[in-house]
């Protein structure tokens, strides 16, 4: 079962939150939403994530399997069009419930597309060491790691550096067990082929930011390249990041 939540009126906006994010974590740092924009806003706390169902199963961490919840969920909540968009894990589960359900879809928002494709390897690589990390020391090593180590631009820890506190206090929410599935599950997953995503020709905005090694801007500019209809905007600052939220209602609207 996973937990859903509905704000606002206006056309609706499907979006998932990132790998071992959540509803919540999302409304802390504030980056995607805000309130009183003209939105119908449906949004799900993912599978093994907030308070959404928690198996130990690798198998529904996987980005088809996180895709499908998030058709279930459109399904269900959303009538018989709709926008898809999220943030990383959640971009994923749009491009790949998009290219499932094409009639369905009106329009894409893609928020720091997760590192893919030439890009994977190397966050497969990091996925590894954090498991090796719960399995030998524990998820309060982890914890520690991820707080020398913040997964986020410089620029933006610069500004405000309690930025990270959500994504820690979220990870603090998870079992070693569950975030070794997670991990596993998102280990064996990626986009397919450009090719493959050249065939959706709904209208696409993808917002990146510079300096994320885990958000890689290659990959943000490959899915650019690739889909037909898509619009790229790179920030750099705070300042352009408080944008967002009104592009985005913007992009859906027009």
């Not at 895709?67 to 589960?93: K, N």
């Not at 990270?164 to 990626?190: H, N, T």
């Amino acid at each position: 079962m996973l937990q859903v939540d509905i704000a606002g009126d206006g056309p609706t906006l499907v979006w998932g939150h990132g790998l071992m994010s959540s509803m919540a974590q999302e409304r802390a740092h504030g980056w995607f939403h805000r309130v009183g924009l003209p939105l119908r806003l449906l949004r799900y706390d993912a599978c093994g994530h907030g308070q959404s169902a928690r198996p130990l199963d690798a198998a529904r961490y996987t980005w088809p399997a996180l895709a499908t919840d998030m058709l279930a969920v459109a399904c269900q909540h959303a009538g018989e069009r709709y926008a898809l968009g999220g943030h990383s894990l959640g971009c994923a589960s749009a491009l790949l419930a998009a290219l499932r359900a094409p009639q369905q879809v009106s329009k894409l928002v893609l928020a720091t597309p997760p590192a893919v494709w030439q890009q994977r390897a190397a966050q497969q690589q990091r996925y590894q060491q954090m498991i090796r990390v719960l399995q030998k020391r524990g998820l309060g090593a982890l914890v520690q790691t991820s707080r020398r180590n913040p997964a986020l631009p410089g620029w933006l820890l610069h500004t405000q550096p309690a930025a990270a506190m959500p994504q820690l206090e979220a990870l603090r929410d998870f079992s070693s067990e569950l975030l070794i599935a997670i991990l596993q599950g998102a280990m064996a997953s990626d986009l397919p082929p450009p090719k493959e995503l050249a065939g959706l020709k709904q209208p696409a905005l993808i917002l990146a930011w510079q300096d994320d090694p885990i958000h890689p801007l290659a990959s943000a500019e490959q899915l650019a390249d690739c889909l037909p209809h898509a619009e790229l905007r790179v920030i750099n600052s705070v300042r352009e990041l408080s944008h967002w939220p009104q592009q985005i209602a913007e992009f859906i609207h027009q």
